[in-house]
């Protein structure tokens, strides 16, 4: 692995990192063609004022577990199955639970010296942005939490993986190297949390019935990943049904991202920056039921010494581009900052050995925009404009 390969998330391989961040435990029994690898780790928080991921204000929380364990077996040179199986408890929004986090087969349609074509079936992940297809292997993390404006903890179910097909292409060029991907399928849903941010309510006992989704993503590398730029887009759409005898009309959420990114990798130093600009059509569930979500941040990676690199970002998210003060939110009974967050982050990681890491974070936040509701019930106990975060992570990788 190259000395710089911590600093630089390189999402052109969709599945296969996830087998290829080390070689430390790999079966010497088993053939060449099958290969396992898994990882874990485990999350502290305390803050200030507000929960992350469990009761995390004036105490300690342990409330982020994640493990898992993936197989890929290729019987023939274009044909390729992987899985993944994951545990993860995240405070209050997912107490603890098994899931297929993807499971597919991957076939090359087309394979030719400068690059290759083919599809992929089964559990897929969807590809958006930097980080989102390699976001459960902590070690791909710039810091313990991902930008919140755009990889969202609290409804990371919609756009973590999808139950479809995918198309992708690849080519390199004397002028940098190019990968599509265009995938078709239905989103998995945490009904609790993604209801009551949909809603605006947590007593919601209707259904969230989703409409398969569209996904897209056309990247550009220099010099093998020291420039990367991509722009991503989805179209999601869910139908909520009221229960019966239940004072909620039905109604049509759609939700429309389109993000650029772009990343500089050097020997040492990372910097990265990414801009999502999201149509939102909430129906019935907003004034108006038209809104533009804009989030953003700047991000830079410097790895100090051999095995310590430090992380400074700037986060921001508006939930209405055009309210920025809240005046909506406040309109509807809400608390102003719920609709805005700016977020300080600086972050320190200690890679121990290739197979053990830790890393500490700090946050200073101004808003509560992506606060999850699960953790944090405003209606009880109102959630607190300016707060800190601190978290320390330890992972393990095999």
């Known amino acids: 692995m190259k000395k710089y390969a911590y600093l630089n998330i390189n999402n052109r391989i969709v599945f296969f990192v996830l087998f290829s961040l080390s070689n430390a435990g790999k079966a010497d029994l088993l053939p060449e063609e099958i290969q396992f690898h898994g990882f874990l780790s485990q999350g502290f928080f305390h803050s200030s004022d507000n929960n992350v991921f469990g009761q995390s204000d004036d105490g300690i929380s342990p409330g982020l577990t994640e493990i898992g364990l993936n197989a890929a077996y290729q019987p023939f040179d274009r044909l390729r199955f992987a899985a993944q199986g994951l545990y993860r408890r995240a405070g209050d929004i997912d107490p603890g639970s098994v899931r297929l986090d993807f499971g597919l087969a991957d076939l090359t349609l087309f394979n030719y010296k ?5 599809i992929r079936g089964g559990r897929i992940k969807i ?3 930097l980080y989102n297809e390699t976001r459960d292997v902590s070690f791909t993390h710039p810091t313990i939490l991902l930008p919140q404006g755009i990889y969202f903890d609290r409804s990371r179910s919609l756009l973590l993986s999808a139950d479809g097909g995918s198309f992708y292409a690849e080519q390199d060029t004397r002028y940098g190297d190019f990968s599509f991907k265009f995938n078709v399928g239905m989103p998995l849903k945490d009904h609790r949390e993604i209801q009551s941010i949909i809603l605006g309510r947590g007593d919601a006992k209707g259904e969230l019935e989703g409409e398969p989704a569209i996904a897209t993503q056309l990247m550009y590398e220099i010099n093998g990943g020291e420039y ?3 722009v991503s887009y989805m179209d999601l759409e869910l139908d909520y049904r009221p229960a019966a005898g239940e004072a909620i009309l039905p109604s049509t959420t759609r939700i429309q991202p389109l993000l650029f990114s772009a990343q500089y990798n050097g020997e040492k130093f990372t910097l990265t920056g990414e801009y999502n600009y999201r149509w939102n059509t909430f129906g019935a569930f907003a004034p108006g039921g038209k809104f533009i979500t804009e989030s953003w941040y700047v991000q830079g990676s410097y790895q100090f010494l051999p095995q310590f690199q430090a992380t400074v970002r700037y986060d921001v998210i ?11 939110a406040a309109a509807l009974g809400y608390q102003r900052h719920s609709s805005f967050a700016n977020d300080w982050v600086f972050g320190v990681r200690w890679d121990i050995s290739p197979s053990w890491m830790v890393r500490a974070d700090y946050h200073r936040v101004h808003g509560t925009a992506w606060l999850s509701q699960a953790d944090n019930n405003p209606d009880t106990r109102p959630t607190t404009q300016d707060w800190d975060l601190y978290g320390l992570q330890l992972s393990f990788k095999f």
């Open 127 to 129: 590809p958006f942005g």
């Open 228 to 230: 990367i730029f991509a």
């Open 114 to 118: 400068s690059g290759r074509i083919g």
């Open 318 to 328: 508006y939930v209405d581009k055009s309210d920025k003060r809240g005046d909506g």
